[in-house]
């Protein structure tokens, strides 16, 4: 069955209050009667790292969604989850309380999950931030790389790798990322990832395939932290999301010796000055276990409608 009229879609600025900022992400709020093939086509067709498509709710009242790439059908990611809840508070939801839960639900095989949502009413009656939460479990490998093969693999000086008492680690909870700590924002923007380097590292054998780096923020906003990811499948001058190695991180926060149990917020923020930003808030239940509640916030930006005919 095809909607004769074409199917309407809304484009999203997640992790940021400011247009033309954060992640651009596609969002289909009816996308019934689309077929596997044609949501890969037409996430092929936007080529953005994410479209999203809701489908009627289930008997549970929970809003199923499907994730694509332009190549394939993706799990179900944190930057989906919010520019999903967006498009829904915006146009499907009444936000009658102070805070308006959304329940998602994917069932892509292998990658079941379900995910609540939590969307606050301004005073002005507009969308202000929305927060997702989980409960993630992590599994730490101590054994990485040396500062020399850090820095190598980085393309900077092994005077860059480390501060405050933090120190790298393999963190996984579901994917493993090689997390470092880096002595200065600008030399996270200097690190250029070099492939040789890291190949004739210990690195490739944690299975970890993208190292995600960390300084304290020096820039003038709330942001506690300075993000970004490198890897052997992203290009130098590409500044990927960082939603998905967010409860990694978070999880790579409570190991160092300082931080106590209970519950901590700090900000991160990814982007060059220059360049488009996000801003993710985060709250996180440390328990002193490798289990981790986390709550990723963030505000998102409505860009833009339209509608595409699906033959």
């Given at each position: 069955?095809?909607?004769?009229?074409?199917?309407t879609?809304?484009?999203?600025d997640?992790?940021?209050?400011?247009?033309?900022?954060?992640?651009?992400?596609?969002?289909?709020p009816?996308a019934?009667?689309l077929?596997?093939?044609?949501?890969q086509?037409?996430?092929?067709?936007?080529n953005?790292?994410?479209?999203?498509f809701?489908l009627p709710?289930?008997?549970h009242?929970r809003?199923?969604?499907?994730?694509?790439?332009k190549?394939?059908?993706?799990?179900l990611?944190v930057h989906?989850?919010?520019?999903a809840?967006?498009?829904?508070?915006n146009?499907?939801?009444d936000?009658?309380e102070?805070?308006?839960h959304i329940?998602?639900?994917s069932t892509m095989?292998?990658h079941?999950?379900?995910?609540n949502?939590?969307?606050?009413r301004?005073?002005?009656?507009?969308?202000?931030?929305?927060?997702q939460?989980?409960?993630?479990?992590?599994?730490?490998?101590y054994y990485?790389?040396?500062t020399?093969?850090l820095a190598?693999m980085?393309?900077?000086?092994?005077?860059?790798?480390?501060?405050?008492?933090?120190r790298?680690?393999?963190?996984?909870?579901g994917v493993?990322?090689?997390i470092?700590?880096?002595?200065?924002?600008?030399?996270?923007r200097?690190a250029?990832?070099?492939?040789?380097a890291?190949?004739n590292?210990s690195?490739p054998?944690s299975l970890?395939q993208?190292?995600?780096l960390?300084?304290?923020?020096t820039?003038?906003?709330a942001?506690?932290f300075?993000?970004r990811?490198?890897?052997?499948?992203?290009?130098?001058?590409?500044?990927?999301?960082i939603?998905?190695?967010?409860?990694?991180?978070a999880?790579?926060?409570c190991e160092?010796?300082?931080?106590?149990?209970g519950?901590?917020?700090?900000?991160?923020?990814?982007?060059s000055?220059?360049a488009?930003?996000s801003?993710?808030y985060i709250?996180?239940?440390?328990?002193?276990t490798k289990?981790l509640?986390i709550?990723?916030?963030g505000?998102?930006?409505l860009?833009?409608?339209?509608?595409?005919?699906?033959?």
């Amino acid at each position: 069955m095809h909607n004769l009229n074409g199917y309407t879609y809304y484009t999203v600025d997640v992790f940021t209050d400011q247009p033309f900022h954060g992640i651009p992400l596609p969002v289909f709020p009816n996308a019934s009667g689309l077929s596997d093939c044609q949501m890969q086509k037409i996430s092929t067709e936007f080529n953005t790292t994410s479209t999203i498509f809701l489908l009627p709710m289930d008997r549970h009242k929970r809003h199923n969604i499907r994730v694509f790439s332009k190549e394939k059908e993706l799990p179900l990611n944190v930057h989906a989850i919010q520019a999903a809840s967006y498009v829904l508070a915006n146009y499907s939801l009444d936000l009658i309380e102070e805070h308006t839960h959304i329940t998602l639900s994917s069932t892509m095989q292998g990658h079941e999950k379900v995910i609540n949502s939590y969307v606050s009413r301004c005073a002005n009656e507009t969308i202000g931030i929305i927060q997702q939460s989980y409960n993630s479990q992590a599994s730490i490998d101590y054994y990485t790389p040396t500062t020399e093969e850090l820095a190598a693999m980085l393309s900077l000086n092994p005077a860059d790798i480390g501060f405050d008492n933090y120190r790298p680690l393999v963190v996984s909870c579901g994917v493993p990322y090689l997390i470092v700590p880096i002595m200065s924002y600008t030399a996270i923007r200097e690190a250029k990832f070099n492939e040789a380097a890291w190949s004739n590292s210990s690195a490739p054998n944690s299975l970890a395939q993208e190292i995600f780096l960390f300084a304290n923020n020096t820039d003038d906003n709330a942001a506690d932290f300075h993000a970004r990811l490198l890897g052997p499948a992203i290009a130098h001058n590409e500044d990927p999301p960082i939603g998905g190695a967010i409860p990694a991180f978070a999880s790579h926060i409570c190991e160092h010796p300082h931080i106590q149990a209970g519950t901590h917020i700090f900000g991160i923020q990814r982007g060059s000055n220059a360049a488009r930003q996000s801003h993710f808030y985060i709250e996180m239940d440390n328990k002193k276990t490798k289990d981790l509640t986390i709550r990723i916030g963030g505000y998102a930006v409505l860009m833009g409608e339209g509608k595409i005919r699906v033959s």
